[in-house]
Nanobody
């Protein structure tokens, strides 16, 4: 059974950090391009970061560039999103994704995590 299990969300003060984890089972992350997305209330799901398995390059939305880092641990079959210098506007439900497409559009991805809430507030 293909499954993504997310963890690591929570409440953090502005300027703080969180690391989101997404553990895969039933498939091997190395065989897919990976992405992180977020969706705030009343807004469309937007791409935050993606990782191209062929080039080994990571891409970021301008809103998080320099603050967020996507990474993959092949031994643990897990993808991470390290989030630093968090801002209130980063508040959203965050989703991990895997697929054969690449980029920051949700339609490029086939497998999705269940989502984890990140709230940045003082």
């Amino acid at each position: 059974q293909v499954q993504f299990v997310e963890s690591g969300g929570g409440l953090v003060q502005p300027g703080g950090s969180l690391r989101l984890s997404c553990a895969a089972s039933g498939f091997t992350l190395e065989n897919y391009n990976l992405g992180w997305f977020r969706q705030a209330p009343g807004k469309e799901r937007e791409g935050v970061s993606c990782f191209d398995r062929h080039s080994g390059r990571a891409y970021y939305d301008d809103s998080v560039k320099g603050r967020f880092t996507i990474s993959r641990d092949s031994a643990k079959n897990t993808v991470y999103l390290q989030m630093n210098s968090l801002k209130p506007e980063d508040t959203a439900v965050y989703y991990c994704a895997a697929g054969y497409g690449v980029g920051l559009h949700p339609g490029e991805y086939d497998y999705w995590g269940q989502g984890t809430q990140v709230t940045v507030s003082s």
